[in-house]
């Protein structure tokens, strides 16, 4: 198990976790999501690639359409 920080919590997931089996693990999805990665503001593209490590650093906010 690895530790990472998300939105300011600490979450221990098993390494290399795919970013977005993560993001489903805490009720979202990467369609609704936009996701900055160590402070780096992700594609949903790029997105799919992430495996997770050791320390990572992710804040997750959800996409709301107004109007």
């Known amino acids: ?11 221990s997931v098993e390494a290399e976790t795919p970013l ?3 993001v489903e693990s ?3 999805t990467l369609d609704k999501v936009v996701v900055e990665h160590n402070g780096q503001a ?15 650093r992710l804040e997750i906010v959800r996409i709301v359409a107004g109007g």
Not at 1 to 11: K, R, V, Y
Not at 42 to 56: F, M, S, W
């Open 1 to 11: 198990m690895i530790q990472i920080i998300a939105n300011g919590e600490h979450h």
């Open 26 to 28: 805490v009720g979202l």
């Open 42 to 56: 992700l594609t949903r593209a790029e997105a799919k690639t992430i495996q997770l490590q050791e320390g990572d």
């Open 20 to 22: 977005p089996t993560f």
